[in-house]
T-cell receptor, first 116, second 114 residues
Framework: AQTVTQSQPEMSVQEAETVTLSCTYDTSESDYYLFWYKQPPSRQMILVIRQEAYKQQNATENRFSVNFQKAAKSFSLKISDSQLGDAAMYFCAYRRRPGSQGNLIFGKGTKLSVKP | DTGVSQDPRHKITKRGQNVTFRCDPISEHNRLYWYRQTLGQGPEFLTYFQNEAQLEKSRLLSDRFSAERPKGSFSTLEIQRTEQGDSAMYLC????????????FGPGTRLTVL
């Protein structure tokens, strides 16, 4: 069975600085998708960034980028120029390739605090 | 707003009562998922629908839980004879069912069982 591990329950970053959130996963499959979702306090979960396993190039979305190391089964999220609005729970998630069971498998999350 | 909506946002009930939650997915999305999230944990998969067909159920979905998606549009999740352990956030997500098939989440229904 696939598992997702986020080893940092909490992280803190100074406004305008850079922070990296870690995620490792376990799977025997070669084709899959990885996601980072953000869940602000009392607000709904939103997609931050996604990575397709067959793509070697790391995904980027504005201030958010990932370091995808397929052999190491590592998928970290880097947030540059951190803003107060980045404070939230961040969840790493895994999903098998389309055509199969499509549910997401989540890690336990990392709570990110941003200090002004 | 054409995002995923859920109703109610909060539900407080007494142990033993039945509750029903509703999810309205993004209109063109044919896949719909239910997850449960307890405090300090990531969401856990409960069940999913492809159009009106319920294709997968987690072992977390006990016999007291039932989900439907009539006509492949909105979905309902019913919990019968609620227990205190059912207290959680129930999240609904929908996806297009093609490409990277990204799931978009609703705001959730927070259930408190007294």
């Amino acid at each position: 069975a696939q598992t997702v591990t986020q080893s940092q329950p909490e992280m803190s970053v100074q406004e305008a600085e850079t922070v990296t959130l870690s995620c490792t996963y376990d799977t025997s499959e070669s084709d899959y998708y990885l996601f980072w979702y953000k869940q602000p306090p009392s607000r709904q979960m939103i997609l931050v960034i996604r990575q397709e396993a067959y793509k070697q190039q790391n995904a980027t979305e504005n201030r958010f980028s990932v370091n995808f190391q397929k052999a190491a089964k590592s998928f970290s999220l880097k947030i540059s120029d951190s803003q107060l609005g980045d404070a939230a729970m961040y969840f790493c998630a895994y999903r098998r390739r389309p055509g199969s069971q499509g549910n997401l498998i989540f890690g336990k999350g990392t709570k990110l605090s941003v200090k002004p | 707003d054409t995002g995923v909506s859920q109703d109610p946002r909060h539900k407080i009930t007494k142990r033993g009562q039945n509750v029903t939650f509703r999810c309205d997915p993004i209109s063109e999305h044919n896949r719909l998922y239910w997850y449960r999230q307890t405090l300090g944990q990531g969401p856990e998969f409960l069940t999913y629908f492809q159009n009106e067909a319920q294709l997968e159920k987690s072992r977390l979905l006990s016999d007291r839980f039932s989900a439907e998606r009539p006509k492949g549009s909105f979905s309902t999740l019913e919990i019968q004879r609620t227990e205190q352990g059912d207290s959680a956030m129930y999240l609904c997500a929908s996806s297009l069912g093609s490409g990277t098939d990204t799931q978009y989440f609703g705001p959730g229904t927070r259930l408190t069982v007294l």
